[in-house]
């Protein structure tokens, strides 16, 4: 049997006296694509910044690859990791914010080959070819010179998954990635992720497209006031919700 | 009256052309500006008292020319000083250690509350307080014992003076620049697996740079004129040495003269260099390049007359 690539077991995040995750526990299966949805302030954005530890947990355990976030298990003792270990590991995840967040003074062809070649330390002339590959495969091939400023939302975004994309990550996590745009911009950005999908990508997603959850997620978890509600596959949560909470935030989305 | 021509031939209306309100406002001010400026040219050329055969004959004088070198080398040689300092006093302000950032603050609380003239002399004097200088291990045996008052002379009490104050005030405006940077982009750089220092160096100084540049040029031009202080430790730069030729020949006013235009010089070109720094750091914050001077004073021209009539 295989290790899940993210497991977390009652997982805990306090930001000063507030407690945002009030014991977490799930599971994502390599391939697997899940769905966060819930309403704001339920904690799915911070939960997917604990992953990459963006965020520091306060207790529990969340591993990723078999591997604690942020922590080595010698006995019974837990070390904190190294600054650089933390950010190696980091290197391994890509994520997609809802604001974009590309790197303004850079151009698009830029954006992507910062982080390989920083990073990495891949050369200058392979870094550049995968970057026009990936921006070519997200529709971008002709926007390589382009500043953020001259693209739209939707293009920005796409960049940045282009630029995650280029760190050949194993996991996927996409905080919002939609929730910037206009609802006319959405669609190219749902298709790329969908594609990314079918590439059989491990990706967490927190959303409010029900459309894509119900089309694209192996799963869907339901989150409410820093706990999991419900999860399953999209067609019993969305479809056919156990829990009250969960009914009345889809009757209002839907 | 409007003209009201309401559609060319295509059936598009045509752009309006209207009679511009009248502005005499405008003319009665410009008026005295034209006038007050030509008095005051007026007065420069004719009076006596500028001797500006005196000014041309010590204008490319060789110790003015020489005290000019020593300014520029004072302002370079100190804005280099500062501007490292100050980047890793911010870096230190924002560390987490307490310890370190503290110590960043008691820098920049000590070296902007005292005058950067009163520090000037204070290191100028510095062999009265440490004679001796000893180099090696803190506490332990020592292995170099070299001289204080033939290791700091004149020039270089100055330059220490001028760019150890000068690292106090470059420390704020970096700092300010760095916590000018979104979030985000720190998010951003973490999450693609950069350290903080790659981070610092990739993704957030070259976004603060856009917020540093305009005032660290308004810092180097003080400093080109700060640097005049100098003279009182007796630094033979540009002030000094003009304050040296007319303690001979007595004609300070000329002599003054002299310095203010080198002076001048030095700020206009420190200006262009600001300018096409700024133009530089700008990219990727606006969606057109910016223009180059030239470009946008023609586009102004262009429009003041537009304006104007």
Redesign the interface.
Not at chain 1, 90 to 95: F, K, L, T, V
Not at chain 2, 187 to 196: C, E, I, P, V
């Given at each position: 049997m295989s290790v899940p690539m993210v497991s977390a077991e009652d997982v805990h995040k306090r930001f000063g006296r507030q407690e945002v995750l009030k014991g977490i526990t799930l599971e994502v299966e390599r391939g697997e694509v899940l769905c966060l949805l819930g309403p704001s302030g339920s904690g799915k954005s911070t939960f997917l910044?604990c992953i990459?530890h963006?965020e520091k947990i306060n207790a529990g355990r969340l591993s990723v690859d078999g591997e604690l976030v942020g922590y080595r298990q010698a006995g019974a003792k837990l070390h904190e990791l190294h600054?650089?270990e933390i950010?190696?590991k980091?290197?391994?995840?890509?994520?997609v914010?809802q604001?974009f967040?590309?790197?303004?003074?850079?151009?698009a062809l830029e954006n992507v080959t910062?982080?390989p070649i920083?990073?990495k330390g891949m050369p200058r002339e392979q870094a550049g070819s995968r970057a026009r590959e990936l921006l070519d495969r997200v529709g971008l091939a002709d926007k390589l010179d382009s500043?953020?400023?001259?693209l739209s939302g939707g293009q920005q975004q796409r960049v940045?998954i282009a630029?995650?994309l280029a760190?050949e990550p194993k996991l996927m996590?996409f905080d919002e990635p939609t929730s910037a745009l206009d609802p006319e911009l959405v669609g190219e950005v749902l298709q790329a992720m969908r594609q990314l999908a079918r590439d059989g990508m491990t990706m967490i997603v927190v959303t409010h497209e029900m459309g894509f959850a119900r089309e694209v997620a192996d799963t869907v978890v339901f989150m409410d006031g820093g706990v999991v509600v419900e999860s399953g596959r999209p067609s019993e949560v969305l479809e056919r919700p156990r829990h009250e909470r969960t009914r009345a935030f889809l009757s209002k989305v839907l | 009256m409007p003209s009201a021509e309401v559609t060319d031939g295509a059936g598009r209306p045509a752009d309006i052309t209207a009679v511009p309100v009248r502005r005499p406002g405008r003319w009665v001010v410009a008026a005295i500006v034209v006038v007050v400026a030509a008095a005051l040219i007026r007065s420069a050329v004719t009076s006596p008292g500028f001797q500006w055969k005196v000014v041309g004959d010590y204008l490319f004088d060789t110790r003015v020319l020489e005290g000019l070198l020593v300014t520029i080398e004072l302002t370079v040689i100190a804005m280099a000083i500062g501007i490292v300092l100050g980047v890793m006093l911010a870096l230190m302000r924002l560390s987490p250690n307490p310890l370190v950032s503290s110590a960043s603050w008691l820098y920049i609380w000590f070296f902007r509350g005292t005058p950067v003239l009163v520090q000037l002399l204070f290191w100028y004097s510095i062999a009265a307080l440490y004679p001796k200088l000893a180099l090696g291990i803190p506490f332990g045996p020592a292995f170099v014992h070299p001289d204080v008052n033939t290791l700091i002379t004149a020039f270089r009490a100055a330059v220490l003076g001028l760019g150890l104050n000068e690292g106090a005030y470059m420390a704020e405006i970096v700092r300010a620049g760095m916590i000018s940077v979104?979030e985000?982009?720190t998010?951003?750089?973490?999450?693609?697996?950069?350290?903080?220092i790659?981070t610092m160096r990739?993704?957030v100084l070259?976004?603060a740079m856009r917020v540093i540049i305009p005032p660290t040029g308004n810092e180097t031009i003080s400093m080109l004129k700060t640097t005049s202080l100098a003279s009182v430790i007796t630094v033979t730069e540009l002030t000094y040495a003009v304050q040296l030729i007319y303690s001979v020949n007595f004609k300070p006013i000329p002599l003054l003269i002299v310095a203010s235009i080198w002076y001048i010089v030095c700020t206009s070109v420190l200006y262009v260099g600001q300018y096409y720094l700024e133009r530089y750091?700008g990219?990727?914050?606006?969606?057109e390049l910016v223009p180059t001077a030239l470009q946008r004073w023609r586009a102004g021209l262009l429009s003041s007359r537009r304006e104007w009539t």
């Open positions: 910044r990459n963006l600054e650089s950010a190696r980091r290197a391994e995840i890509g994520m914010f604001l967040n590309l790197f303004p003074h850079m151009t910062c982080a920083r990073v500043y953020p400023a001259q940045a630029r995650a760190m996590l | 979104d985000g982009q998010d951003a750089a973490q999450s693609l697996g950069m350290t903080r790659q990739r993704v070259p976004q750091y990219r990727g914050a606006t969606r």
